[in-house]
């Protein structure tokens, strides 16, 4: 087995990539997504990605493959770079802590700040923030995967970076919104121009007003003895 001391790593100015270490998370294949869930369930585990140097990558490979080979077995198969390079020039790779090895909960990863002062229990580290991150190294091999993986002890943020909504959709070429007007597409003006009248709009015509057609007289004799009364009264 490896020695003790060589399974204690820092890895200093790392960029945290998805992070979910504070609490449990498991990936839920109904929502397609990690959800929040007890330590305790099936697949529950803290978890993160970071980034690094090309350089940085290849002294902690380096460091990886040594305690790989210390800890080798005759049918353990040979150690290789898990690290995947980024669109950016960098390497990344994740770092885990299952929420409990045989039944029992395992230490929350410890989150501090770059003054050591230890943060509150549910802060929520964010994508992009510089990092140094205590790993513990453990060399394994198993029928699906072997390798060393990185578990995570704890995070001390040097650079807190703003937390990204993220939106469900793609850039897309189309209607864009104006900043100084929400209302207004790109490339339209609200503005008036101050010497500019505006067209006076014709007043509508008026209607004459109808004139009442005459009543039509009638022969009917009681029409007339309604309209002007007995005469015997």
């Given at each position: 087995m490896a020695k003790t001391e060589n399974l204690d790593l820092i890895i200093n100015n790392a960029v945290a990539?998805?992070?979910?270490?504070?609490?449990?998370?498991?990936?839920?294949?109904?929502?397609?997504?990690?959800?929040?869930?007890?330590?305790?369930?099936?697949?529950?585990?803290?978890?993160?990605?970071?980034?690094?140097?090309?350089?940085?990558a290849k002294e902690i490979c380096d460091r990886m493959k040594a305690v790989y080979a210390e800890a080798k077995k005759e049918n353990w198969p040979e150690f290789k770079n898990p690290f995947k390079k980024e669109e950016d020039g960098t390497w990344s790779y994740k770092t885990t802590l299952k929420g409990a090895y045989d039944g029992q909960k395992t230490r929350?990863?410890?989150?501090c700040d770059a003054k050591?002062?230890?943060?509150?229990?549910?802060?929520?580290?964010t994508t992009d923030s510089v990092i140094n991150i205590a790993v513990q190294l453990v060399p394994y091999s198993t029928a699906l995967a072997n390798g060393v993986s990185l578990r995570l002890r704890g995070v001390q943020v040097i650079e807190l970076a703003e937390r990204k909504e993220r939106s469900p959709f793609q850039v897309m070429d189309g209607f864009e919104v104006n900043e100084?007007?929400?209302f207004m597409p790109v490339g339209a003006s609200a503005e008036v121009d101050e010497f500019d009248e505006p067209e006076e709009e014709p007043a509508p015509k008026k209607r004459a007003a109808k004139k009442p057609e005459p009543k039509p007289e009638s022969n009917d004799l009681a029409d007339?003895?309604?309209?002007?009364?007995?005469?015997d009264e």
């Open positions: 990539l998805y992070p979910r270490i504070d609490r449990t998370y498991r990936f839920d294949n109904t929502e397609n997504r990690s959800v929040p869930c007890d330590p305790l369930d099936d697949g529950a585990e803290y978890s993160m990605r970071f980034k690094v140097s090309k350089t940085q929350k990863p410890s989150q050591t002062k230890p943060l509150p229990d549910d802060f929520q580290l100084s007007n929400p007339v003895l309604e309209a002007w009364g007995d005469e």
